[in-house]
């Protein structure tokens, strides 16, 4: 498509006590990207958010979706979007299937398409046999996904999720990475913010990260993790390895006789190195990454912003 999915030209919102939240940002995302947005509580993401969405009106700047002006013709900019907020906010005394099906009456979606497509996004996130259940009497994990299956009836090109799996286990989190990823695929636009940094490095193409309402980064996932010039991996050894052990060198540490933790530029070969020390007679039998690129990066970022 020739329109970006969303485009922000210098959106500022200050609000009525003076707090200035949003400085003026900038932000392109195209068709098909899946976008993490991403800033410590209080960083202006929701803000931001609570604007594209109408939910929050904005001081001055410009917004378009899909190349329709949100200013100008907002009724036809909101058949484009999806959201899910942070909070639950359906009503809790309604049954599951009923929501989905009242949600598309929302956006004009006929009865006759919108019970077949419930039934589909129900099934697809695991939520089809409590379909007449009341929400209030789902786990948190599942009415987080019911939020998503709201969220998709009205087949939206820009699904917009605020915190998704916020609370949920490990479990719903893993189907849910998997819907999403599959949604990605099929050309849905995703935003998402999260806490959990892991996420959005499995997930995203491309990211933002805004503090004190000011865009700091906004680059592919790919190139800002670049950024990171040392990683620390943990080699667990089949043999047992001396304290003292002389062959290591300097950027080793031994942990404990079959542990050794071994830093190294971002760009070197870990399979090479697993080689060296194999020919020298120390068989590494697994190792893990210790270091969390993308926390790691986002917390340099934002310390120095607070300097």
Same mark, same amino acid.
């Given at each position: ?7 922000? *030209? ?6 009525? #006590? ?22 410590? #509580? ?18 001055? +700047? ?10 100008? #013709? ?7 979007? +999806? ?7 359906? #009503? %809790?005394?309604?049954?599951?299937? *009923? ?8 956006? +004009? ?60 286990? @490990?479990? @719903? ?80 540490? @031994?942990?404990?006789?079959? %542990?050794?933790? @071994? ?17 020298? +007679? ?26």
């Amino acid at each position: 498509m020739d329109s970006p999915a969303l485009a922000i *030209e210098n959106l500022t919102k200050i609000y009525s #006590n003076g707090h200035r939240a949003l400085h003026g940002i900038n932000l392109k995302i195209n068709h098909g990207d899946f976008f993490a947005l991403l800033g410590p #509580n209080g960083a202006g993401k929701s803000t931001t958010i609570g604007i594209i969405t109408s939910l929050i009106k904005k001081t001055s +700047g410009d917004i378009s979706i899909y190349g329709i002006d949100i200013d100008k #013709n907002f009724v036809k900019a909101k058949t484009y979007i +999806g959201l899910v907020p942070q909070e639950i906010n359906f #009503n %809790t005394f309604e049954p599951i299937n *009923e929501i989905i099906i009242n949600q598309a009456g929302y956006y +004009g979606v006929p009865r006759s398409i919108a019970i077949p497509e419930a039934e589909r996004l129900l099934k697809k996130l695991g939520l089809w046999q409590k379909k007449d259940q009341f929400s209030r009497k789902l786990s948190g994990g599942m009415q987080r996904r019911l939020m998503v299956a709201r969220a998709l009836i009205h087949k939206p090109k820009l699904l917009i999720l605020d915190e998704p799996t916020a609370g949920a286990d @490990v479990e @719903v989190r893993r189907l849910m990475w998997d819907y999403l990823k599959q949604l990605n695929e099929n050309g849905t636009t995703i935003i998402l913010t999260t806490h959990y940094l892991e996420e959005a490095e499995n997930l995203c193409k491309n990211i933002a990260i805004i503090d004190d309402g000011k865009i700091l980064e906004n680059s592919s996932m790919k190139d800002f993790l670049s950024q990171l010039k040392n990683e620390k991996f943990i080699l667990y050894t089949e043999s047992k390895i001396s304290k003292d052990e002389k062959i290591l060198g300097s950027n080793f540490n @031994v942990i404990d006789d079959n %542990t050794i933790e @071994v830093s190294i530029s971002s760009d070197s070969d870990i399979n090479s190195l697993i080689q060296d020390l194999s020919e020298k +007679g120390i068989k590494v039998k697994s190792l893990k990454n210790k270091t969390n690129r993308l926390e790691e990066l986002f917390m340099r970022l934002v310390e120095k912003n607070g300097k």
